[in-house]
């Protein structure tokens, strides 16, 4: 709720913020779109995690690390939406927040092969789910919508394990996004740019490797994340294979 809330009201900030700078992104109608809406985003979604540890003990490393390592991917985004960035740089950026949260321990954790092969594959799905919600956000309200629909889906699963961590995570980046959508909804006023489709991606796929799928059937386990994050991953391989 107080994210939902501080999202409504942050949401018309960026526009004008967008438009009085001129960050502005081509719309079908000809008109440049305010396209830093994930500023917005991210300001309801820290504050509303913040606002949660007056009342949820949470481990302080674990959740400094986590914001920590989104604004650096907001950063990176922020700058990429007033002046692109090259694609190096841009992956370079991502890979300082990948690190960070390795070093904290978000990683996979298969246990049949060895750890430097779990901290090869944590790099590569942590840089191929964030790029994908990247190149997915091509349409009004198709990204949040997405955001949405898989936070719920992993929060499902995080609170049948108890995992309060990831459910505060999920259940502010839920708000944010859902007060988001009242203004990139068909015919969107604003676009959440690089900003906001980076920083989500890179939330959700340290999420869906955080947490527990122990309870779920054991053939399942390692496809639980996969199938969760099935449509931006089918997106990029199909936009790969057309190219």
């Known amino acids: 709720l107080c994210s939902f809330i501080l999202s409504l009201l942050l949401t018309p900030v960026t526009i004008k913020i967008s438009t009085r700078f001129s960050i502005l992104k081509p719309a079908k109608s000809g008109h440049g779109k ?70 904290l321990g978000f990683l996979t954790k298969i246990a049949f092969i060895p750890g430097w092969a779990n901290i090869f594959i944590t790099i590569a799905w942590f840089l191929f789910i964030t790029n994908a919600f990247n190149l997915l956000d091509i349409m009004d309200g198709l990204t949040s919508g997405l955001v949405i629909i898989i936070s719920l889906s992993l929060l499902v699963i995080a609170f049948i394990n108890k995992d309060i961590f990831s459910c505060v995570i999920l259940t502010a980046l839920i708000g944010a996004h859902a007060g988001f959508l009242r203004y990139n909804y068909p015919p969107a006023r604003v676009y959440m740019g690089d900003t906001g489709s980076l920083f989500s991606g890179f939330l959700l796929a340290m999420i869906a490797i955080n947490i527990s799928y122990a309870p779920m059937e054991r053939n399942i386990v390692l496809l639980t994340p996969i199938l969760a994050m099935s449509l931006p991953i089918f997106d990029v391989l199909f936009v790969m294979v057309m190219r």
């Open 34 to 103: 305010p396209c830093i809406g994930g500023v917005g985003i991210y300001m309801a979604f820290l504050a509303a995690v913040l606002f949660s540890l007056f009342f949820i003990k949470l481990p302080a490393m674990k959740i400094s690390g986590v914001l920590l390592s989104s604004f650096i991917i907001l950063l990176l985004g922020l700058i990429d939406d007033i002046k692109d960035l090259r694609p190096l740089l841009k992956i370079a950026g991502e890979l300082l927040g990948i690190f960070l949260l390795i070093f």
